[in-house]
């Protein structure tokens, strides 16, 4: 919906919209025309692979250096950065002398932002960018003189190559001339160092002070190797003892181990001895008491002999052979460690015997050494950098210079054109955006409907200036049609009662309703009815202006002050059964007139417009004054006119009130002046054409078919 609402807003503002296009196009080619013509130049530089460069070096040896070497896709946005870096740009502002409109050198910043001087008044500027899908960097200059385009190009592409070879060798000369002051002071330090250590040894009479110290290290290691051994056997052994003691400690007459009991034959007798006596009382218990003189002598054996075998389990404790043989063994390993110690301590001390001289050897020894690596690592890098040096042309190399232009590059008319076209619809799509948002006139049926929920009674289609009345057209044409539908759907509002005589009247003035009126009473003619208009529109008549051979001079205005009669008042017209009554020279005070009781008779007094059927009154505009309300009363129906596109929702919605508030119900209404092209509507132009083309027959079609049929008109 809201494309088809877009689609015909578009439609009815079309003339906004094509005008707008038009003034663009037409303004941007001639500007085109008019501005500065831009000559455009183009160099191409070439950025050479490195490939073969770091295969080279790679075979060399210095696959270090290799990876330092950029490849040319690699390198090519570099590449472009720096060739519009400021130095170069100034150097090519200054070798070409680019001044601007007051005589000062250009800034280098213009060569590449034109902004507005550049796009409009064709100020010199460049632009470098890569060709795509190649190895190439485009220069491409742009200036008022294809001269000028093609120096500034060549001198650009030229400048960069020499910086960036300049800038190459600059800095392998750099780091060659580092590397040879530094190879000659390592060089020296190095000579300095081997010196010292042979004086040294001539000095303090070394022979071989590293096998000597190799062979203390050897027995130094052997002996804590040792150390360690007698220290773990030691812990071991006394680990054995105490599980001993601990199993000795549980052991007691009544517990004995089975290894104390083989050792000892004297504890296995006592053992037996207490065993026998311990059956020997329960068994004299079995017939005595505990009290007894025999139970009492065997609990005194019994105590007597747990106090010898706790006395010989003691002694057997003490005497244990496994026990004794440990601590003599852990006496020996004790005294071996003692001598390890000291011969640890013997070895450790033959260090500190070694002169000062070993130290000051091995600080010489280290600082040559340290010398030695220096040196070759600087011969490399400047091995290196002799390769670098000769190799170090700058990647880049001029294919193309730029040719001089032989036509300008910009402004093109073509594309200035399409710009301005694109621009203008732009602009022409606002403006109708805008016309829609500011006009908020009922266009269609619908939006008729949403404002007054009444009947829609006819449709009358937008036709030109010269086609307003339907008197003299053929009964079959497609205008005759359109009233005789509203005709036909009037008649349908009154089944139930007799509508003689009906007001037209419209919001405002302009929206046709007096040639509604007209064509409404040359339709009711055509069917044969006599019909009499009435035009009692007494401040602005238009009537008399729609019938040839009428005249104003004489109308309602002398019927009602009594200067003449009805029927001498009333005239006849061109369509045969339709009458007028004119509105006659304007009154003093046509309010009055309108209110009196002559009108207010002559419009519901059956008697007094006898021999007419129907009786149309036109009244003016009912926002305009109020005589449509007054003569409303009087008639049996009234139209309401509304101009499709012209008449406001506000004032619509007005004169509803206006209306309602007095009490009048309108019998429908009719939406004048619709243009049938707006989409959902164009099938009725198609329709009336078809009309058209069926009565060809009964009558010659004009020499330029009339649009679809409206009602049109001023008031």
């Known amino acids: 919906m ?59 040896g210095l696959s270090e250096l290799a990876l330092g070497l950029s490849g040319a896709s690699e390198d090519i946005a570099n590449h472009i950065a720096l ?60 200036a008022d003189s294809a001269e000028l385009a093609q120096l500034m190009a060549d001198t650009l592409a030229r400048v960069y190559i020499n910086e960036t070879q300049d800038r190459s060798r600059a800095e392998t000369t750099k780091a060659g001339v580092f590397v040879k002051d530094h190879l000659v002071i390592v060089q020296q330090e190095f000579d300095k160092a081997l010196a010292d250590i042979a004086d040294l040894q001539q000095e303090q009479q070394i022979i071989d002070l590293e096998s000597e110290v190799r062979a203390a290290v050897a027995r130094l290691s052997e002996l804590l190797m040792a150390s360690e051994e007698n220290l773990a056997r030691i812990r071991e052994v006394r680990a054995q003892i105490g599980e001993l003691r601990g199993i000795q400690a549980e052991e007691n007459i009544d517990l004995i181990s089975p290894a104390t009991v083989a050792a000892n034959a004297d504890i296995r007798a006592l053992r037996e001895t207490i065993m026998a006596l311990r059956l020997q ?54 005294e071996r460690g003692v001598e390890i110690n000291d011969a640890i301590a013997r070895t450790t001390e033959t260090f500190s015997l070694y002169p000062d001289k070993m130290r000051q050897l091995s600080q ?40 001089l ?59 030109k200036p010269d086609v307003t009345s339907i008197a003299g057209l053929s009964p079959t044409d497609p205008h005759v049609e359109i009233f005789r539908s509203l005709r036909s759907s009037v008649a349908f509002t009154s089944v139930d009662r007799t509508l003689r005589t009906i007001l037209v009247t419209s919001s405002l003035p302009g929206e046709g309703k007096s040639t509604v ?24 008549p238009t009537q008399h202006r729609r019938w040839p051979g009428t005249s104003n001079r004489v109308g309602l205005s002398q019927v009602l002050l009594g200067e003449v009669s009805l029927q001498d008042a009333v005239q006849a017209t061109s369509a045969p059964g339709l009458s007028l009554l004119t509105a006659g020279t304007s009154p003093p005070d046509p309010g009055r007139l309108v209110e009196s009781d002559r009108l207010r008779r002559l419009l519901t007094d059956p008697a007094a417009t006898a021999g007419y059927d129907i009786v149309l009154v036109d009244a003016p505009p009912t926002m305009v004054v109020n005589d449509a309300l007054i003569l409303a009363k009087a008639c049996d129906g009234l139209l309401m006119v509304v101009e499709s596109g012209g008449t406001s929702r506000r004032v ?14 309108p019998l429908g209404l009719v939406l004048n002046m619709m243009d049938l092209r707006m989409a959902g509507y164009a099938v009725y132009q198609r329709a009336y054409r078809t009309y058209a083309s069926a009565s060809s027959a009964a009558a010659p079609p004009p020499a330029d078919p009339p649009a679809p049929p409206a009602g049109g008109g001023e008031t």
Request: charged residues 20%.
């Open 2 to 60: 809201e494309l088809l609402k877009l689609y015909n807003a578009i439609l009815r503002r079309r003339w906004a919209l094509i005008e707008s296009v038009v003034f663009f196009t037409i303004a941007a080619a001639v500007a085109a025309l008019a501005l500065p013509k831009t000559y455009q130049a183009t160099a191409k530089v070439m950025v050479s692979s490195s490939d073969t460069t770091s295969a080279l070096l790679s075979g060399l």
């Open 83 to 142: 060739a519009t870096s400021r130095p170069v740009l100034e150097e090519v502002v200054w070798r070409l002398q680019l001044r601007d409109s007051e005589g000062d050198l250009l800034v280098a910043d213009k060569l590449l932002i034109p902004g507005i001087d550049g796009e409009l008044l064709s100020a010199p500027f460049v632009e470098v960018k890569q060709q795509q899908g190649t190895d190439l960097i485009l220069v491409t200059a742009n």
């Open 281 to 334: 009382r329960e068994a004299t218990l079995q017939d005595k008491t505990e009290r007894h003189p025999d139970v009492m002598r065997i609990d005194a054996q019994l105590r007597a002999s747990g106090e010898a075998l706790g006395l010989m389990m003691e002694e057997q404790h003490t005497l244990d052979p496994s026990v004794l043989k440990l601590r003599t063994e852990l006496a020996g390993l004790l």
């Open 364 to 403: 010489l020894t280290l600082a040559a050494s340290a010398a030695e690596e220096v040196y070759k690592a600087l011969q490399a890098q400047s091995y290196e950098i002799a390769i670098a040096d000769a190799l170090s042309a700058a990647p880049l190399q001029l294919v193309e210079l730029a040719a």
């Open 405 to 463: 232009p032989e036509r300008h590059a910009s402004p093109k008319v073509l594309v200035w054109g399409v710009l301005g076209f694109a621009v203008g619809v732009l602009f022409g799509l606002g403006l109708v955006a805008l016309f829609e948002y500011v006009d908020d006139s009922v266009k269609t049926p619908d939006d008729v409907r949403e404002i007054w929920p009444l009947g829609l009674l006819g449709i009358i289609p937008r036709v």
């Open 517 to 540: 009126l007209a064509n409404l009473g040359a339709s009711y003619a055509q069917h044969g009815k006599n019909v009499l208009i009435i035009d009692c529109d007494l401040r602005r």
């Open 652 to 665: 619509l919605a007005d004169a509803r009130d206006r209306l309602v508030g007095q009490g009048i119900e």
